[in-house]
T-cell receptor, first 112, second 117 residues
Framework: SQTIHQWPATLVQPVGSPLSLECTVE??????LYWYRQAAGRGLQLLFY??????ISSEVPQNLSASRPQDRQFILSSKKLLLSDSGFYLC???????????FGQGTRLTVV | AQSVAQPEDQVNVAEGNPLTVKCTYS??????LFWYVQYPNRGLQFLLK??????LVKGSYGFEAEFNKSQTSFHLKKPSALVSDSALYFC???????????????FGRGTQLTVWP
């Protein structure tokens, strides 16, 4: 069966520090991968979307970047965190573009 | 643009009563619709989907959803609510008809369901 791993679960980082959140998927090949951010426990904002290695689509301009160095690995990064980067970050994957997405357990990022 | 709307921020229902969480959608082609549930500080869990076929879709934990093309709605329902159903519910739509945004999954703002004993 397929599983998705996302870590760390919680993270407290000072303003100006770098960020690296990692997401890996097991049990499938060539998944579609997503990074979402959820602010204030409500709406989800799609940040990045990837259909394959090295193929990243960015939804909104921001202080973050994403990379897909391997087929089932998706990394969310920042060179210098801002206070506004605080939030709940969710990684997700799907088999095809039409099908449901499955989510990781999320990372609670607090920038102080 | 593809979008979904959840008109209610909060739904309260007594345990044992039926529940409905509303969702309306706007798509340029055929809708691919989904419902998810989120418990506090957790990721989203997939409940059910509509791709094609029967308008009444059955999913996990006794939930079902009714697709209504004329009203562009996809309401989530359950005949008898449980206290443990209390959570945040999200409706989502797939964007598959625009080449530059192929496959993106867009979510509504969420509806907080509270089931009281």
């Amino acid at each position: 069966s397929q599983t998705i791993h996302q870590w760390p679960a919680t993270l407290v980082q000072p303003v100006g520090s770098p960020l690296s959140l990692e997401c890996t998927v097991e049990g499938t090949s060539n998944p579609n991968l997503y990074w979402y951010r959820q602010a204030a426990g409500r709406g989800l904002q799609l940040l990045f979307y990837s259909v394959g290695i090295g193929q990243i689509s960015s939804e909104v301009p921001q202080n973050l970047s994403a990379s897909r160095p391997q087929d089932r690995q998706f990394i969310l990064s920042s060179k210098k965190l801002l206070l506004s980067d605080s939030g709940f970050y969710l990684c997700a994957w799907s088999v095809f573009r039409e099908t449901e997405a499955f989510f990781g357990q999320g990372t609670r990022l607090t920038v102080v | 643009a593809q979008s979904v709307a959840q008109p209610e921020d909060q739904v309260n229902v007594a345990e044992g009563n039926p529940l409905t969480v509303k969702c309306t959608y706007s798509v340029s082609g055929n809708p691919y619709l989904f419902w998810y549930v989120q418990y506090p500080n957790r990721g989203l869990q997939f409940l059910l989907k509509y791709i094609t076929g029967d308008n009444l879709v059955k999913g996990s934990y006794g939930f079902e959803a009714e697709f209504n093309k004329s009203q562009t709605s996809f309401h989530l329902k359950k005949p008898s609510a449980l206290v443990s159903d209390s959570a945040l519910y999200f409706c989502a739509v797939r964007d598959i008809d625009r080449g530059s945004t192929l496959g993106r999954l867009y979510f509504g703002r969420g509806t907080q369901l509270t089931v009281w004993p």
